[in-house]
């Protein structure tokens, strides 16, 4: 007889962990399986938005391709030939491996790579660098140094505060001045705003402007004012208009007498860089520049924006410097309107910078003597890192949600690097181009299958708002939360993770008997909640009533909002003893002097083109590229785009395939003609070129542009070890169709 069973479908709310809006998400889940994502219309930030791609992630959350059981490279296998093997298995010998190499060559014989999605992962943050700072490594790397680095290393500078990055106040400037983001795009990268396009519509039809500046008339360009600028040109627009503000007696004295010294040494730097003088370089007529700092200067309240575009140059931690400078001198920064500065609400990255363990040039790497950024190397440098013999030379590499062939430079160098290992382990959702050349390869969860708390971002909006997740979901397969796994590993390895060593072994008989009773020690949750009560918002242990507490963020269903962000607290960001911003860090003398170079260095013939990267609606970094939705559609393919006249000059065509050669090495991609890049310039998104193992992302085919960029030590910005990504002088040639065989160099 037919018996009719209830199906069991829930609805959570979530938020997306994607990228920094953390839009409010609803995941509607049957039988343990999730069936869709919505945007959650209650969430007080995002308010029913979200974009194409936290809609699509079930397609990642149920790919056929997603690792969902640990990986051991067969013995004598190729890269990419792996055998399921149990989780016991696995721990044990990466355990043991660890240890042994621990012992012959000490902690410092290993090293981490962390990708994008652990800064939305605190769980995982952690423990992964509780277990690098158990073992007292400097080898710690992450795509820090290809997106945003410079920008901390500027606010170690000026603050003496290197986890303090300023945010511009949406909430109703006069004149929001854009440089190197695409908000429309990136869902304005830097600052927590998910419905951007709003807030700065909002701006315009209150009287204000948006002026953005880009080599590129992109979404964000097309839909406010437009400013073409040579690519790379940022430091010099920068230094000009600090330079008329000053020329013509518009600098808001009294703003640089309160908050900073060194404004002469500043003004004084800036000097020969004349609009006239930096036309060459910007590209831009002096006259329009003149006027840009005259408005700015002018404006009520001006905001000035920058953010991954302009960290990418040669000049880029100079450029983040310039970027605050600017607003400092027009009476703009720590002021409603203007730039503000955040208050963290976990605040984890101040806790470990006031402890030391977050800091600027606190170590020198092996290779080119780089200052370590917040604890991390160049990524540049760590293929040479794995082959350079000596005390400290990287053996053995963890890599958490990474994929640094394809994300850093020179990717063939590296993966020939990382066979050389003794050890490699990665935790992921996929086989991906890099970690194909690791011995194992562990089933991570994804950010629906843990609980979280956002904390790398939250600080950074004009309306801070905190929000906890429980896990929607049961981990797929036999995937672990990270933190777990370096627990674990940690454990088996007798790593002691948070406490001393002496205490570890005198501990030990101890954690025995808790094992044996199910008694767990210390979890992420422990110090997250310890981190919420005695942070700026908490409860401080119930002697503030209304404050933060993990068990408060349990109950919030949609969060908590926050106080609104502020002007005025300057004083309370400062670390100088001076306690006031300083204009003219004694590290920058060798920059600025570059940069004055710069202006006599003509282009080489040889390479006439200059190429900048974009980011793509659909696409995120490398590793979005598997969902069927989001590579749907005739024109979704990999292209640069190149301006028409420039094409003529080599016989191109739209549609051709065409290469694109540097100093370093070369792509071949399609040609897409179109006005929207200045001449002179070559736009092409990053992430491409996928042969791993995920099905769709390699049909889409595509190039790498990061071949193009330099991995040699003397071309990495050195104040923050900068990769250059944007500007990379280029040649472009067509490919007759016999040749066209795809990616080379």
């Known amino acids: 007889m037919f018996q009719y069973v209830p199906v069991t479908r829930t609805t959570v709310s979530t938020y997306c962990r994607i990228c920094e809006p953390l839009c409010g998400m609803i995941a509607t889940v049957e039988e343990g399986r999730l069936i869709s994502l ?48 149990s989780w016991e298995e696995a721990l044990d010998d990466i355990a043991g491996r660890l240890r042994t190499l621990v012992d012959t060559h000490g902690g410092g014989s290993v090293g981490q790579f962390f990708g994008n999605p652990v800064g939305f992962n605190i769980s995982g943050t952690l423990w992964a660098g509780a277990l690098m700072t158990a073992l007292g490594t400097g080898h710690q790397y992450s795509v820090g140094s290809q997106d945003i680095n410079s920008r901390y ?22 004149l929001l001045l854009v440089l190197g983001a695409n908000p429309l795009v990136s869902r304005a990268s830097g600052v927590r705003a998910p419905r951007v396009k709003e807030h700065l519509s909002a701006i315009v039809a209150g009287g204000g402007r948006v002026v953005v500046v880009d080599p590129r008339r992109s979404e964000t360009a097309r839909a406010f004012e437009h400013v073409s600028i040579e690519p790379d040109g940022d430091a010099f ?12 007696g518009l600098v808001d004295q009294e703003a640089v007498a309160r908050q900073s010294v060194g404004a002469e040494t500043l003004l004084a730097a800036v000097e020969p860089f004349t609009p006239e003088a930096t036309a060459v370089r910007t590209g831009i007529d002096p006259d329009v520049v003149r006027a840009l700092a005259r408005d700015l200067a002018a404006a009520p309240r001006a905001a000035v924006y920058g953010r991954t575009g302009t960290c990418l140059g040669e ?55 780089f200052p370590d950024v917040m604890g991390t190397w160049p990524a540049a440098i760590m293929a040479d890192e794995i082959t350079t013999p000596g005390e400290g030379q990287l053996r053995a590499l963890f890599v958490l949600a990474g994929n640094p062939v394809l ?88 790593i002691p993770l948070l406490v001393p ?46 404050g933060l507490s993990l068990k408060r963020l349990r109950a919030e269903r949609h969060g908590v909002m926050l106080p ?13 003893p001076h306690g ?14 570059r940069l004055r170079s710069a202006l006599q260095v003509e282009a080489d013939p040889a390479y006439p083109l200059r190429m900048i990267g974009l980011r793509e609606m659909r696409s995120q970094n490398s590793w979005m590229h598997n969902s069927p939705t989001l590579m749907k559609g005739r024109n979704r393919r990999h292209a640069a785009r190149i301006h028409p006249d420039d094409a003529a000059a080599v016989g191109v065509r739209d549609g051709d395939t065409v290469r694109l050669t540097s100093t370093v090495g070369a792509i071949e991609t399609a040609a897409l003609l179109t006005d929207e890049v200045r001449p002179g310039t070559i736009a092409c998104p990053h992430g491409w070129g996928h042969a791993a193992g995920w099905t769709v992302a390699n049909a889409a085919g595509g190039a790498n542009t990061n071949r193009l960029a330099s991995a040699r030590a003397e071309d990495v910005e050195f104040l923050a070890g900068m990769a250059r990504l944007n500007g990379i002088p280029v040649r472009l040639e067509p490919v007759v169709a016999e040749e066209a065989v795809g990616t080379v160099g």
């Open 153 to 174: 290393v500027a606010s170690k500078l000026l603050y003496g505060s290197i986890s303090q990055v300023p945010f511009p106040d949406l909430r109703g400037t006069d």
């Open 237 to 248: 627009l920068l230094a000009s208009l600090i330079q008329v503000v000053a020329e013509e």
């Open 580 to 593: 006031r911003v300083d204009l003219a860090p004694v590290q920058l003398a060798a920059e600025w002097d």
């Open 501 to 546: 060593g002496w205490l570890h072994a005198l501990s030990a008989p101890v954690r025995g008997i808790a094992r044996r009773l199910g008694v767990r020690g210390p979890t992420p949750w422990t110090l997250v909640d310890l981190l919420l009560r005695t942070g700026p918002h908490g409860d401080r242990f119930g002697l503030r009533r209304g």
């Open 38 to 85: 919505r945007p959650d219309d209650q969430h007080p930030l995002s308010r029913g938005y979200a974009c194409p791609k936290g809609l699509a992630f079930p397609e990642v959350q149920h790919d056929p391709d997603r690792v969902l059981h640990p990986l051991r490279r067969v013995a004598g296998g190729a890269p990419g030939e792996f055998e399921q093997v």
């Open 564 to 576: 609104p962000a502020r002007g005025d607290r300057l004083a309370e960001v400062v670390r100088h």
């Open 407 to 494: 994300s850093s430079v020179d990717g063939p160098a590296l993966a020939a690097a990382l066979e050389q290992l003794d050890l490699m382990v990665a935790l992921d959702l996929y086989v991906n181009e890099t970690n194909r050349h690791a011995d194992y390869v562990l089933p991570a969860t994804t950010w629906l299958e843990r609980e979280d708390v956002p904390f790398a971002i939250v600080a950074s909006s004009p309306w801070p708002h905190v929000q906890h997740t429980p896990a929607v979901l049961e981990p797929a397969g036999e995937a672990r939360q990270e933190w777990e796994v370096f627990d674990e590993i940690a454990r088996r390895a007798d």
């Open 315 to 369: 000049h880029a931690t100079l450029v983040s410097v310039l970027i605050d400078a600017l607003a400092l001198v027009t009476g703009n920064l720590d002021r409603e309107g203007g730039v503000l500065l955040g208050q963290a609400v976990v605040p984890f990255e101040e806790t470990a910078e006031k402890a030391g363990r977050l800091g600027y040039d606190t170590q020198r790497s092996r290779i080119g003597g």
